[in-house]
Nanobody, 127 residues
């Protein structure tokens, strides 16, 4: 029902910046959350950031607070992840996903409810 298309990944030097974009198409409910995940080789996929589409409230994990920002453009059905001060340990495949079971004002932290995924975009940070 929903398709997610990501872009913006690439190769960047440590300390540099990238902005990832994810555009949703298809049928969407009026209240939901979108999140950014990443998965490094040999590691589990982890939720980095989430935003409640209606309220705009955001969530960031501690390791990226002060460096990453999640935002949305409702008119474009697009969520962004602005990544600054990138570190080699940020190297991973980054995914956007949607939690359609999220209602209310808070962004979803329920990783099990993110069931719609983009194809992923590679971010590589060189030292």
């Amino acid at each position: 029902q929903v398709q997610l298309v990501e872009s913006g990944g690439g190769l960047v030097q440590a300390g540099g910046s990238l902005r990832l974009s994810c555009t949703a198409s298809g049928r969407t409910p009026s209240s939901y959350s979108m999140g950014w995940f990443r998965q490094a080789p040999g590691k589990e996929r982890e939720l980095l950031a989430a935003i409640n589409w209606s309220s705009g409230m955001t969530h960031l994990i501690d390791s990226v607070k002060g460096r990453f920002t999640i935002s949305r453009d409702s008119a474009k059905n697009t969520v962004y992840l602005q990544m600054n001060s990138l570190k080699p340990e940020d190297t991973a495949v980054y995914y956007c996903a949607v939690d359609f079971e999220s209602w209310g004002a808070l962004p979803s932290k329920r990783v099990d409810r993110y069931e719609h995924w983009g194809q992923g975009t590679q971010v590589t940070v060189s030292s």
